[in-house]
Structure formats: structure tokens, C-alpha cells
């Protein structure tokens, strides 16, 4: 069974700093690229991420573009995101997605981890 | 990138049919058949439901299915259930080599 489990979320200043990890077990985690997806608060969903199975490819949303950075350690099956100079609109729930390659869909997501980001 | 337009909210009678509307441009969903869609319930994590425009994941009820027509995909639910009140989603590849997500649809079983 493909199990997704974020950690890392917390409450935070502006300016703040942040590193978020997902755990990933039920599946060849290197065999595929993953991604993160936010949802801020009774709102909808937007993209964060993507990382290729590798590592060597990653893309990110405009909105989190030269703040965020996300990453693997595939002989620990686990996703992160570093988030830094974080803002209130960085406020949201975020989501770790298995995705097999750039533009397929996220067929499993994790339960999310909250970022809050408050002064 | 801007969202994709959903409609706000979408009702139906257990049974009836819905469909759920996903627009965007020659740059989304027009260029790619890359739309899937997305059921999330209250405090869950989003659900894939419909995959490169028609295809249904393992263990999705073919009751869900997916078309799409120039710059507009829609998710269809037939023979509408009590459990498929959610919210729902759709999402497509971008010329951007990015994923866009649409507004969101509340789906209300009446």
C-alpha cells in the first residue's frame, strides 16, 4: 500500500525558515518524480513542486520560485522542501504527491503537514 | 499562471447526473491531454478520480467520467450518491512545463 506522510509544519514569523519532509513507503520511491501541493485554508489547490526520480530536474510555481526548494534522499525514500524568507499567503496546508513523470497526474497523496505563517 | 475555471458549486438529486466544468486556454488544457480531476472530502487529502482527460484510476467507480472539448474538460458523475458530496478538482499540464489547478467545485447531493 503507497503510504505519504508529511512532517515538518509548524507555526512561524515572517522571514522564517522551514524545512518540510515526506516519508514515502508502498512503492520503488526512486522509480518516480513527486511534488508538493499547498491549499491554503478553506481555499483551493495550487502546485508547488516537482522533482524528476532523479533529483536532476526540478520545477517550481512562480510563487515560491528563489524561496523554495525541493529535494530527495532516494536511499531514505524521502521528499523534502526547504522553504525560506516564508509569507503569510505561504500559510497552507502542504500535500506531498507520488507523480510518475512531469505532466502525469498525482495518483497518491500524504495527509498534508500546516504551515502557518503569522507574525 | 491563472486557475483553470471551475463553477463555484454544482447540485443534484441521488441519481441524477452532474457535470462539472474545467476551462482554460491553448496554453492548458486546450494543448495537452493532460487533465485530470480530483475528489476531496472535508479534512482529506485530494483523491484522483480521472487521468489524461478519460482515464479512470483502479477502483474508481465508472460513474466518474472525463471529456474535454477545445479549452473546457468536464467531469461527469452519474447516478449521483450521497457520497460523492466533495469537493472537486481539476488540474492540467502547461506549455510552462507546470501544473495549473482549477477554482474548485462543491458538489452538494440534495
Known amino acids: 500500500e503507497v503510504q505519504l506522510v508529511e512532517s515538518g509544519g509548524g507555526v512561524l514569523r515572517p522571514g522564517g525558515s522551514l524545512r518540510l519532509s515526506c516519508a514515502a513507503s508502498g512503492f520503488t520511491f526512486a522509480d518516480y518524480g513527486m511534488s508538493w501541493v499547498r491549499q491554503a485554508p478553506g481555499k483551493g489547490l495550487e502546485w508547488v513542486s516537482y522533482i524528476d526520480w532523479s533529483g536532476g530536474s526540478t520545477i517550481y510555481a512562480d510563487s515560491v520560485k528563489g524561496r523554495f526548494t525541493i529535494s530527495r534522499d532516494n536511499a531514505k525514500n524521502s521528499l523534502y522542501l526547504q522553504m525560506n524568507s516564508l509569507r503569510a499567503e505561504d500559510t497552507a496546508f502542504y500535500y506531498c504527491?507520488?507523480?510518475?513523470?512531469?505532466?502525469?497526474?498525482?495518483?497518491?497523496w500524504g495527509q498534508g503537514t500546516l504551515v502557518t505563517v503569522s507574525s | 499562471q491563472s486557475a483553470l475555471t471551475q463553477p463555484a458549486s454544482v447540485s443534484g438529486s441521488p441519481g441524477q447526473s452532474i457535470t462539472i466544468s474545467c476551462t482554460g486556454t491553448?496554453?492548458?488544457?486546450?494543448?495537452?491531454?493532460?487533465v485530470s480531476w480530483y475528489q476531496q472530502h472535508p479534512g482529506k487529502a485530494p483523491k484522483l478520480m480521472i487521468y489524461d482527460v478519460s482515464n479512470r484510476p483502479s477502483g474508481v467507480s465508472n460513474r466518474f467520467s472525463g471529456s474535454k472539448s477545445d479549452n473546457t474538460a468536464s467531469l461527469t458523475i452519474s447516478g449521483l450518491q450521497a457520497e460523492d458530496e466533495a469537493d472537486y478538482y481539476c488540474?492540467?499540464?502547461?506549455?510552462?512545463?507546470?501544473?495549473?489547478f482549477g477554482t474548485g467545485t462543491k458538489v452538494t447531493v440534495l
Open positions: 491553448s496554453s492548458d488544457v486546450g494543448g495537452y491531454n493532460y
Open positions: 504527491a507520488k507523480v510518475r513523470w512531469l505532466a502525469q497526474p498525482f495518483d497518491y
Open positions: 488540474s492540467s499540464y502547461t506549455s510552462s512545463s507546470t501544473y495549473v
